[in-house]
């Protein structure tokens, strides 16, 4: 059976009559702080629309919220903590202020501050985060340290909980909520059609970070997940180099983070954001700033090869994860190739949903990849017994034995279309497409097809297959099976192409197995890519496209990449790299803007937190609403 297999620092595809290979594969107390009236603070919007869904002021008028501000672990006295809703209005805009006339409290001696019957929530799911500026750490003011805290849905805060305002939660929140934010703003806000990839992101937060205590987490709160606490922590000791002096002393910390033709930032929190959203840029010269007298522990014992904050997680039944895919709630969903298979499902923070063996049963046998249609459904192409399976998305089978078809044979990927229709790429060089009811409707030959491994769907309802045969090439076809073009397209630097996505542009791109590259084709099957593709650091497994339009690679080195829509490159030369990962084979991104990869040689999936814009989920929701490649 053929299922793809990532080995240390190399990807293969094995099989019985398919084999490709790589060469070489081998929280305080003390008195509260005093109220002070004020403006909201920048990028906020007094008086705009409120947060969430539910009735105004819902729950918690009048209720108390206490905490600490700290800076390298000392009190910060004099800050003003301000208190918002996030924004659902607009990306990066709409946050609404929950104190009295958009003002803010004020930090005591000890860093300790009270808010205390002069907030309400706007409805229970409002997502709420505190805002600290300015005040001393010891060494005078300093009104460029600006320190952030996510505290999650308004209804669900603790009355009796004390929540910390540090550069730890600040490296949290700046991150898992990049996405959301702009550089120079303190304002948080999604769409109106996006409130869940936004909740999700919050809950990403806490993920990272205990905000009681102010500190990183090893373990996510699910049991299941490796958080990387000591980049966390070095992060935020970057921060505390500024945070914890006077103003004007920060001069380096912001020149280094200042992105490349972008502008330098005019606070901390400006300058962690830039660092998120640029994690390639000048990281050794933002390690240089921390010192032996760094206040967190344990911090990284040398520079990084990136800032990207990537957290590890096991269990749910992974076993031999392929292509993976995501629904309309952020769950992740990964088949296994085994048989009898399973399929695999995680929350949108990581937790494990699926038993400890999996979800199983529906025909399941070596299932390659998956897709989600709109109702929730999961299909699954199972390589193992020429057929494709369907389960709920509570993971009930609904496929009986597998949907078969006459010619469906070696199924290897699967792609759903805007109406419902799935389409599966054969070993036997022939698509198969079925319609809703798993009833086959044709079968589609000839058009190049050359051992095809990958399939997407385009805005126009057009077939892309990915051939990794010999011929080196992709195959349009019509959604009724009629080909673009007879011998397929070639160019552009394919070499055993094994995955493909189509962008807002319906250019193609293609990942290539064969060579340490991405190609890519313009709607008429037109190389756009040169000679020999755009630069990986590794042979290429899989290949998608975020809420930008810019391109993100899944490499056989554990690495991903990423690409603007015009091919350069926006990562190092190296990729991006999460500890622990191997020979990276699916890619997908969700509505929070995280990226999700599987590793099926440790057993995991990865989670590179907020380092894509988000995407509209399940593909099959932007094939349909023609939003490939457009935020939600």
């Known amino acids: 059976m053929s299922y793809r297999v990532s080995l240390r620092g190399m990807s293969i595809v094995l099989g019985l009559g398919c084999f490709l290979t790589l060469a070489g594969c081998s929280s305080g107390s003390g008195s509260t702080g005093t109220p002070s009236s004020g403006t909201t603070s920048s990028g906020s919007s007094s008086g705009s629309s409120s947060s969430g869904s539910g009735s105004s002021n819902s729950?918690?008028?009048?209720?108390?919220?206490?905490?600490t501000v700290q800076g390298g672990q000392q009190p910060i006295s004099g800050s003003n903590v301000y208190m918002y809703a996030a924004g659902t209005s607009g990306y990066g805009t709409g946050a609404t202020s929950l104190l009295s006339g958009g003002g803010s409290v004020v930090t005591d001696a000890k860093g300790n501050f009270s808010i205390s019957g002069n907030y309400s929530c706007p409805s229970s799911n409002a997502q709420i985060y505190l805002i600290a500026k300015g005040g001393n750490a010891g060494s005078g003011d300093n009104n460029q340290a600006v320190l952030m805290s996510a505290l999650g849905s308004c209804g669900s805060l603790d009355p009796t909980a004390s929540f910390n305002v540090n550069e730890v939660t600040t490296v949290a929140a700046a991150y898992a909520l990049s996405q959301f934010m702009t550089p120079g703003s303190t304002a948080v806000g999604t769409s109106s059609t996006n409130t869940t990839g936004l909740v999700n992101a919050f809950q990403t937060a806490a993920n990272l970070v205990d905000v009681s205590a102010g500190t990183a987490r090893t373990i996510t709160p699910g049991g299941n997940g490796i958080v990387p606490q000591t980049t966390i922590n070095t992060l935020a000791d970057i921060l505390a180099a500024c945070v914890d002096t006077s103003a004007g002393a920060c001069a380096t910390f912001f020149a280094a983070a200042t992105p490349g033709g972008g502008t330098a930032p005019a606070d901390t929190l400006a300058a962690i954001l830039d660092i998120a959203l640029n994690p390639g840029h000048n990281v050794a010269k933002l390690y240089s700033i921390t010192s032996a007298a760094a206040p967190f522990r344990p911090s990284l014992a040398g520079a990084p090869n990136?800032?990207?904050?990537?957290?590890?997680?096991?269990?749910?039944?992974?076993?031999?994860?392929?292509?993976?895919?995501?629904?309309?709630?952020?769950?992740?969903w990964i088949p296994n190739a085994t048989d009898p298979g399973t399929i695999s499902e995680f929350g949108p923070t990581g937790d494990a949903l699926s038993p400890k063996t999996g979800f199983n049963g529906g025909g399941l046998s070596y299932p390659q990849a998956l897709a989600i249609d709109l109702s929730g459904n999961v299909w699954a192409a199972n390589e193992g017994n020429d057929s494709v399976s369907e389960h709920t998305s509570g993971g009930t089978p609904l496929s009986g034995s597998g949907f078969t078809a006459q010619g469906l044979h070696k199924p290897y990927a699967i792609a759903i279309d805007g109406s419902g229709n799935v389409f599966t790429a054969n070993g036997n060089n022939s698509v198969t497409k079925l319609n809703n009811a798993g009833t086959s409707v044709a079968q589609f030959i000839n058009g190049g097809l050359d051992s095809p491994f990958a399939i997407a769907v385009d805005s126009s309802q057009n077939i892309w297959v990915a051939n990794s045969g010999a011929s080196n090439s992709i195959s349009r076809f019509s959604n009724s099976g009629t080909a673009a073009s007879l011998t397929g397209f070639t160019g552009g630097g394919i070499h055993e192409a094994v995955g493909v996505a189509l962008d807002a542009n319906n250019n193609t791109w293609v990942a290539n197995f064969g060579a340490s590259s991405a190609s890519e084709f313009n709607s008429t099957g037109s190389p756009l890519s040169g000679g020999s593709g755009y630069a990986t650091p590794a042979e290429v497994s899989a290949v998608a496209v975020d809420g930008n339009n810019t391109i993100w690679t899944a490499n056989s080195d554990g690495s991903i990449s990423h690409l603007a829509s015009n091919g350069s490159a926006i990562s190092p030369s190296t990729g991006y790299v999460s500890a622990g990962a191997t020979g990276e084979i699916g890619i997908a991104i969700d509505a929070s803007g995280n990226?999700?990869?599987t590793d099926n040689y440790v057993n995991s999936i990865f989670e590179y937190v907020g380092a894509a814009s988000p995407s509209v989920v399940p593909l099959q929701q932007a094939v349909k609403s023609n939003l490939i490649g457009q935020r939600p």
């Open 306 to 332: 990136d800032w990207t904050l990537s957290v590890e997680y096991t269990g749910g039944g992974l076993n031999y994860g392929q292509l993976l895919a995501i629904d309309a709630h952020g769950n992740v």
């Open 595 to 597: 990226i999700w990869t």
């Open 59 to 67: 729950s918690g008028s009048g209720a108390r919220l206490s905490g």
